[in-house]
């Protein structure tokens, strides 16, 4: 008996053991797995992003481009609409209601709900309908720091979000994280906060919001894209009756308040549809500062992220009122042509280099093709645009617009080998003239003839000196503007003339704004003198005669306000491009009229005369007279004045002892702006014969403009607008 007692005494004490062993080491590994998990914990809290300022709920705010007014909306650029505002701003039913609904004890955890996971918890298990336990400080973590990791489903990502959550609510007041999370949260059609989704949806501020509207909203969160009133209404619907059935059971609101709003329709207001680019305004000219914005290496510190995400302001140089009398002048110059025919405008300030008009097209929705910039497309021929570089690098070597030149036409030369023929328009022998004269009624001979006398690199290298920023190769014809440029370019280089030399980069971004309201970019002053101020005095007299004389090429686009302008006309080979590049003191004005599918052919007798003078009457209507600075003329003592001559005067007098018709013809004075009765009393004695078409601009009876035509002189005469 003995010996069984002492087998069943040692049997107990080995149980008594193993327990003892086992449970030790549960225990331990119960330590060491506790540890690790803490660790990896640890490890996964580690790298969490900074909340130490607001910033964190700064995400993509929209950026706003202005015109020069500071008023006018050109552009809204945004991945998401934003509108961020204070508490103040907000509505009381949406501050009661979201808290009712999306975290009822959010005014006693901190930051993360316990006995909210448990409930949820229990909830879920019993087959209830699903919950979630995140409070509205864990919502706005995932939607703002972690929303890289926001559709992650791990263990680790709510580890991180309920250490931030907790952290958040250490730095920031209760109502400091209600507001962050109200201007932040998705209220779905890419509405973010709930002051865009207030205008979005009802038209309405965020503080003006109804009872039946802020619940409307409060519901969207849970399911933006499934909740999106606009287009799942009755789902809408019934998750805001939820809301108000929350509202009511929190006591925020009564039950006579909750009958009258569960009863009432959505009533949404909808806001217009922004448009698909963010466009809202002079759409050529906008999309080329947006494409200036996003362009690699651009001086501006701009980038796709900064334009769509960073809340920038941006202010440009596009003038409203200039701007739509550049639209209303291109337009009557288009019900004018044949339907494939375009017009194109740029006007820009001469003392700033600010474009302030910016026509570019008709139709941005049809073609993008910007052919006041060759955006989408390429520069056109300048035609005898370019005679004007011609012109002012003649004068600085020291050539006298007096100096005589040989305009006779045709004319051949040889190149590479081949005999080339150039004529002026219409093969007319104009004889000898003065450079002034060959100017002013655009001698295409005359011109040939004075460039190989400089060199015809110096008519490249004044043009690109002035402000063609356009490609250039010079080639024996390069005068006679062979080049492809586009108005900007022209515009900017006549601008160097009107400025008295001194030459301007175009601006058209005068100041742009961080979401701080910092500056980060202001224009900065190019100006930079390429031209001697007598010179270029001297140049500007010379191109006033093509306005100023009965033959000049744009004796019938003076303006009524008798302001002095000067200037040029052009016409490319095949009369495919038609230019007017004029200035006054104030404003350079390139106009270019064709077909905008390439260089074809037009009707011979178009020109950009009415174009440029009905816009540049409408800019400069009831504005003060300013004058061309007079100075004296700069020395003139090349060779070549002397040599030519000796070598023409005396062609020159036969020359005035046998003028031809057609000539006098182009010398026969001007009559615009003169009655019908007054201009068959000038013309007396000329072949004559007028047209009539209807003019917006010019009153009826008034004589628009004069040209030559199959043989006599043909004015046309307004009728009046149109009815």
Known sequence: MKIRRKQREKRTHAVQWLLLLTTAALCFVAFWGVRGMLNVMNQWTEDLPSIEDTDFTSHA?????????????????????????????????????????????????????????ARALVNNLRGGKLEGASTITQQLVRNTVLTQEAHEISFERKIREAELAVNLEKRFSKDEILLMYLNTINYGDGCYGIEAAARNYFQTSAADLTLTQAATLIGIPQSPTYLNPKEHPEACLERRNVVLDRMLSAGDITRDEYEAATSAELGLSLAPDAPADGIYAYHYFTSYVRDL?????NPYGCSYADLFKGGLTVYTSIN??????????CSAQRERMDADLEASLVAIEAQTGQVKAMVGGSDYDTSKVNLATGTGGSGRQAGSTFKAFTLAAAIEQGVSPQTLVDCTSPMTHVIDGQSHEFENFDGYNYGIRSIQSATAISSNTGYLRLSEAIGQSSTTEMAARLGVASPMTTVYSTTLGAADVTPLDMATAYATLASDGIKRAPVVVTKILDR?????????????????????????????????TGEGTANNARLYSGQPVAGKTGTSSDFADHWLVGYTPALSVSTWIGNPAGAIATDRGITCNALWKDFMDRATEGQAIEHFVSMQDPAYNNPYNTAQKNKLESQLNKDEDDKDDRRDLRSAPSTVGRTLSEAASILEGYPAGYLEEYSDTVPAGIVISQSVRDGQVVIIVSLGPKP
């Open 516 to 548: 701080n309201g910092q500056v980060i970019y202001e224009a900065p002053d190019t100006s930079e003198r390429v031209l001697d101020e007598r010179v270029t005095a001297a140049t500007t007299k010379v191109l006033r005669t093509v306005f100023e």
């Open 293 to 297: 914005l996003l362009s690699e290496n």
């Open 61 to 117: 705010q929209e950026s706003v481009m202005f015109a020069d007014d500071g008023q006018t909306v050109l552009a809204e650029f945004q991945l998401e609409k934003r509108d961020p505002i204070e508490l103040s701003q907000i509505s009381p039913y949406v501050l009661k209601g979201t808290v009712d609904t999306e975290d009822v004890r959010f005014y006693e955890h901190d930051g993360v709900d316990f006995p909210g996971i």
């Open 320 to 329: 409203p009122s200039l701007q739509d009398k550049a639209e209303a002048a």
